[in-house]
Structure formats: C-alpha cells, structure tokens
C-alpha cells in the first residue's frame, strides 16, 4: 500500500463549479498534512496547510480526518487558472520529509 | 526576498559523466531537502541537509549519489556515472526550522537528461 494515495484523475470539469479531491494516508503517526499545486511538472507550490478543525482560504477548503487517516480538499466556484496537478502531502514525526502523493489533475473547461 | 535558487535549469549529460546540481536556501533557511520527480511519477524525497550536516539520507540511492551543505555555499547534489535512468526532475526545497506545519518552499527545479 502506498503512503499516501490520491486518485490520479484527470477531473474535467466546467468553470464555476464545485469539485472535491480526496486523499489518504497508511502512517496513522503522521503530524503535519499539506495540499501543493504543480503545474505542468513545474515546482510544487504551497496551497495550504490542512488542520482537523479544517481551514478556508477563499474558495479553497482543506480538511482532515485523523480518524480515518483521510484528508480532503474543496475548490468552490473553479476558474481556469485552477487547472493543475493537486498533490496531497504528508510529514512524519520531526517535520522533515515530505511524502507525496502522486497528484489528481484537474482541468477546468470553458 | 529571492526564493530557493537552483541551478541549472536544465542539464544535459552522457552517460558516465558526472552531474552537479545546486541549491541556495531561501534567506533565513537553514534547511535543505532534495526530491526527484521520475517522468509520470510522484517526487519522492531523497535527503534532508542542515549546514554541514546530513540528517537523513534514506531516500538516496545507495551509489553514485552524494550531497553536501557547506558552512558556505550552496547546497549541492552530485551524481557520479550518471545512467538513462537518473533522468528526472530534481527540485530542492527549504525551510526555516523542522517542526509541525512547517511547510518547505521549492525551487524551480533541475530537469537532468542523459543522452
């Protein structure tokens, strides 16, 4: 079983609407949980942290299930621009390497 | 307020020679971790670097790979006799401290190709 798994997509679809990725994790000692976004195998770029209380950052929801060992995020009202490879990560106990996962493409169409 | 550095962008090699990538922390980061993101893969860590010191190495091939953080300079990434199959993406990242919810920020990365 991979350390962290995400449905590698691709999500096409229409601008405005409303679409959700999902992730999960094996290491249930995991501490720290993050969502990067990379275009076109460019660098990876911070998104957001993800916390168990959850967090919005404008259209954009991250939650966390410790439970479940499960992580989500949420694109509300999706544009363009939001096309890209969304990669959910994990860190281990000492907050040093990140493990990602492979990525959901998502494409936004006109 | 310059981001992580790397150079260069893109590499070229034949096989058996050697590869020299580079990474300067963003200011005010002491810490320095490599990833290597193979074509139609995910980027998978390789080694975590504080001035002078190796942290962890678990994620380096056990041969021709090496990585040094000098007291001054760049971070660099070195692969010896390099193969068709070192070629990739490899991207350095940097943090302030290790810790909860530190989250470490990417250079543009280093696209290596063997001929």
């Known amino acids: 079983r991979k350390e962290v798994e995400q449905d590698p997509g691709p999500f096409n679809v229409p601008e405005g609407a409303t679409v959700a990725f999902n992730c999960t994790y094996s290491?249930?000692?995991?501490?720290?949980f993050f969502w990067y976004r990379q275009d076109c195998r460019k660098e990876p770029k911070l998104l957001m942290s993800v916390y168990s209380s959850g967090n919005e950052d404008g259209r954009f929801t991250a939650q966390l299930n410790r439970a479940s060992q499960y992580i989500s995020l949420l694109i509300r009202d999706s544009k363009l621009s939001d096309s890209a490879t969304y990669l959910c990560?994990?860190?281990?106990?000492?907050?040093?390497?990140?493990?990602f996962g492979t990525g959901t493409q998502l494409k936004v169409e006109l | 307020n310059a981001g992580v550095m790397q150079n260069p962008r893109h590499l070229v090699r034949r096989r058996g020679q050697e590869a020299r990538l580079r990474c300067s922390p963003m200011?005010?980061?002491?810490?320095v971790y490599w990833y290597r993101q193979l074509p139609e893969e995910g980027l998978k860590f390789m080694v975590y670097l504080q001035k002078e010191n190796i942290i962890d190495e678990s994620g380096m091939p056990k041969e021709r790979f090496s990585a040094e953080f000098p007291k001054e300079g760049p971070s660099i990434l070195r692969i010896q006799q390099v193969v068709r199959g070192d070629s990739a993406a490899y991207f350095c990242?940097?943090?302030?401290?290790?810790?909860?919810?530190?989250?470490?920020?990417f250079g543009d990365g280093t696209r290596l190709s063997i001929l």
């Open positions: 200011k005010g980061h002491s810490h």
């Open positions: 990242a940097s943090s302030p401290i290790t810790g909860d919810n530190q989250p470490q920020h």
């Open positions: 290491n249930s000692a995991s501490q720290s």
């Open positions: 990560v994990v860190v281990g106990w000492g907050g040093n390497k990140l493990t």
